[in-house]
C-alpha cells in the first residue's frame, strides 16, 4: 500500500475512534472519564495529526526524490 494510502488508513481509523469516543462520553463522564480522555485520547488524536503531517512532507520529498532519479 502506498504511503498516502496508509495516511488515509490512519486518519480514517482514527475519525471512527473520535466518534465512537464522543458515544461513550455521553455515557462516561466521571473525573476517570475525563483523565482518561487528558492522558490517552487527546494525545493519541494529536499525536495522529502530527504523523499525518510528517507523512505529508515524506511523501514530498520521496516524490522529489523520484523526480530527481528520472
Do not use: P
Amino acid at each position: 500500500m502506498s504511503l498516502m494510502g496508509n495516511k488515509s488508513r490512519l486518519t480514517g481509523a482514527t475519525k471512527e475512534l473520535a466518534l465512537r469516543w464522543a458515544e461513550t462520553r455521553q455515557y462516561w463522564h466521571d473525573a476517570k472519564s475525563q483523565e482518561f480522555d487528558e492522558k490517552y485520547m487527546r494525545e493519541l488524536f494529536a499525536g495522529v495529526d502530527r504523523t499525518a503531517t510528517i507523512i505529508d512532507k515524506l511523501g514530498e520529498v520521496l516524490e522529489k526524490i523520484k523526480t530527481d532519479c528520472e
